[in-house]
């Protein structure tokens, strides 16, 4: 698959996880620094959307502790929550 390809569909699982609070962390998270990944960064993207839900939500907002495989810059980035922005 092309790069442009992946990104969309990277892009539409991102936006469509099945809460809205997944929706706006995983969305919101790709579509502020998908353009400065390279392929090891989408490859980490591409398993985490793998994970559940309520995991990554946890991990994210520090309630659970986030398994080691998942410890990495990209992780840390996610745990600011700056990027998330919610439309009124």
Not at 60 to 80: A, F, H, K, L, Y
Request: hydrophobic share 40%; charged share 35%.
């Amino acid at each position: 698959m092309n790069r442009e390809d992946r990104l969309k569909r990277l892009r539409f699982r991102a936006w469509h996880r099945g809460t809205r609070e997944a929706d706006y962390m995983m969305g919101c998270f790709f579509d502020r620094f998908h353009a400065g990944w390279d392929e090891a960064s989408l490859d980490w993207y591409e398993a985490l959307l793998n994970q559940e839900d309520a995991d990554i939500l946890g991990w994210v907002m520090g309630s659970i502790p986030v398994p080691t495989e998942w410890r990495d810059p990209m992780m840390e980035r996610m745990q600011r929550i700056d990027y998330v922005e919610i439309p009124q």
